[in-house]
C-alpha cells in the first residue's frame, strides 16, 4: 500500500531556516525518510544516502533541462564526464593554480592596512568567479555577470520562481555565447579551457554552443558552492584560534581540515534523484516516478558513520564524507574546488598573523538551497 503524500516537514519553515544543520540533525532522528511538498522525499541517514548513491539504475539523475553531464544518466553520463574530466585534470590544475594564487594575493592585500574585511563580498565571491574566468580565458571582470547569475537563480530557486529562472538562463546562455564567439574570431588565442570545450567531441561530434551553456552553467554554480564552503572554513577559523594557529604552522595540513570543515558543515543542502521504480526506504513505500531529496548535511553529520560527528577533527578518516557526493556523479569539479580552497587559505593564514569575527558585526547564514554564509565579517590583526 502506497503511503499518503502528506507532508512530514517544511523545509522553509523559519524554525528550519534558522539553523539548517540542527533542523536535519533532528529530522535524521526523528523521520529518517519524510515528505514535503517542496523536497519530496527527503532522506537524512548516511547509510540510505549511500545506498542511492550506489544504485543510479534505481534513481535516475536525468534533470529537467539540459545539464552536463551532471543531469545525466548511463551512457550517456559517463560518455560527457569522460570527455570533459580533461579540464579537471593534474595538469590543468598546475595551470590554474598560479592564476588563482596571484587572484588571492591581490584581493587580500588590502587587510594589511584596513584591518576589517567583509569576507564574502570582498574575497570568496570575486576569488572563485574570477578564477574561473582566468581558467576560460574570458575577461576578468566578467565575473560581475557571473556573480548575479549565482544570486539571482539561488533566490529564484528559493522562490520557486520559473519566470524569473527561465529569465536568468536566457540571460546566462547569452553572455557564455558572446565569449564563445569572441574566442572564434580569435583562432589563435592561448589555449584554455574554452578552448578545450570549442574542441571537445561526443562520438566524434563536437559539442554545440547549448551543450557548452550546459555545462559552464554547471561549472558556474559549482563555483557559487566553493565561495559558499570557503565561507565556512574561514568562519570556522575565525572561531577557533588554535586550529588556525596549528593549520598556519603546517600548512600541510590545510586539505585534511577543509575536508572535515565542510564534513561538519556542509556548503551544498541537497542534491534531487527520481525513483524509476517502487523503492522501499526506512519502512516507507516510495512510488516510481517521485522526487528522492539526499540531504549531504545530515547524512555527513550521521552518528552512525562518524564518531561525534558535530565535532571538528581534522585527523578524522572522511573517506565516507559525502561533501563531494559518490558512486558515479562524484563531483567533477572537486579538483578545481579543493585547489581554491587550498590556496586560498594558505594565502589568508600567510598574511594575518591572527583573524576573528568582527565583534561589531554578526555573520549572516544563507538558507536553502545554500548553507553558507551572506555576510562573514572578520578583524585582522
Known amino acids: ?21 540542527q533542523a536535519y540533525d533532528d529530522m535524521r532522528e526523528r523521520c529518517p525518510v519524510a515528505h514535503s511538498d517542496l523536497m519530496g522525499w527527503s532522506l537524512f541517514r548516511h547509510a540510505d544516502i549511500v545506498d542511492v548513491l550506489a544504485d543510479p539504475e534505481s534513481y535516475s539523475n536525468v534533470s529537467q533541462f539540459l545539464a552536463i553531464p551532471n543531469g545525466m544518466d548511463a551512457p550517456d553520463h559517463g560518455r560527457y564526464r569522460e570527455a570533459l574530466d580533461p579540464n579537471f585534470n593534474a595538469t590543468e590544475m598546475a595551470r590554474i593554480e598560479p592564476m588563482a594564487r596571484e587572484i588571492a594575493a591581490a584581493l587580500l592585500e ?58 536568468l538562463a536566457s540571460f546566462f546562455s547569452g553572455q557564455v555565447k558572446a565569449n564563445l564567439d569572441k574566442r572564434r574570431a580569435a583562432p589563435n588565442a592561448a589555449r584554455d579551457a574554452t578552448t578545450a570545450l570549442l574542441g571537445t567531441k561526443i562520438g566524434g561530434v563536437r559539442l554545440n554552443d547549448d551543450q557548452i551553456v550546459s555545462v559552464l552553467r554547471n561549472w558556474t554554480a559549482g563555483q557559487g558552492t566553493t565561495a559558499a564552503a570557503l565561507g565556512i572554513l574561514v568562519l570556522h577559523l575565525a572561531q577557533d584560534s588554535g586550529l588556525q594557529d596549528q593549520l598556519r604552522g603546517d600548512l600541510s595540513l590545510i586539505p585534511a581540515a577543509i575536508e572535515e570543515i565542510l564534513r561538519a558543515d556542509g556548503p551544498l543542502v541537497a542534491n534531487p534523484r527520481t525513483t524509476t521504480r517502487e523503492v522501499q526506504i526506512q519502512g516507507r513505500c516510495i512510488p516510481k516516478g517521485e522526487r528522492v531529496t539526499l540531504m549531504w548535511m545530515a547524512a555527513n553529520r550521521d552518528s552512525r558513520a562518524f564518531d561525534a560527528p558535530e565535532a571538528v577533527k581534522i585527523e578524522r578518516d572522511t573517506r565516507d564524507s559525502l561533501v563531494w557526493g559518490q558512486g558515479v556523479h562524484l563531483c567533477q569539479g572537486a579538483p578545481l574546488a579543493r585547489l581554491e580552497m587550498r590556496v586560498a587559505i594558505e594565502e589568508l593564514l600567510s598574511r594575518a598573523k591572527h583573524f576573528a569575527l568582527d565583534h561589531n558585526d554578526i555573520p549572516r547564514r544563507a538558507v536553502y538551497p545554500g548553507n553558507g554564509l551572506i555576510t562573514l565579517p572578520l578583524r585582522f590583526s
Do not use: Y
Open 1 to 21: 500500500m502506497k503511503n499518503e503524500q502528506h507532508q512530514d516537514w517544511n523545509p522553509l519553515e523559519a524554525s528550519v531556516l534558522k539553523d539548517q544543520r
Open 110 to 167: 588590502p587587510i594589511g592596512s584596513c584591518g576589517v574585511m567583509e569576507f564574502i563580498d570582498t574575497f570568496a565571491t570575486p576569488f572563485t568567479l574570477k578564477t574561473l574566468c582566468a581558467s576560460l580565458g574570458w575577461p576578468e571582470q566578467q565575473w560581475e555577470c557571473l556573480s548575479s547569475w549565482v544570486h539571482d537563480s539561488q533566490q529564484a530557486a528559493f522562490d520557486q520562481d520559473s519566470v524569473a529562472g527561465k529569465a
